[in-house]
């Protein structure tokens, strides 16, 4: 056992690189940018909650 614990530490380690730079590829891809630019807007698309009705 104490033979094979330094390749699971390393293939854990490559799986995990290899996940995390799917997941930066998938959020930076083209077919994202829309939903992107959709959040980055979502905070200026509420309703203003202290201005007063002047009605």
């Known amino acids: ?3 094979i614990a330094p ?3 390393a293939i ?3 799986i995990g690189l290899i996940v995390f730079i799917g997941i930066v590829w ?3 891809s083209s077919k ?3 939903a ?3 959040s980055a807007e979502l905070p200026f698309d509420l309703p203003d909650e ?3 009705d002047k009605s």
Do not use: D
Request: aromatic share 20%; no cysteine.
């Open 1 to 3: 056992m104490q033979n």
């Open 7 to 9: 390749y699971l530490s």
């Open 12 to 14: 854990s380690t490559v």
């Open 26 to 28: 998938w959020a930076w």
């Open 32 to 34: 994202r940018q829309a």
């Open 36 to 38: 992107n630019q959709e």
């Open 50 to 52: 202290f201005i007063k």
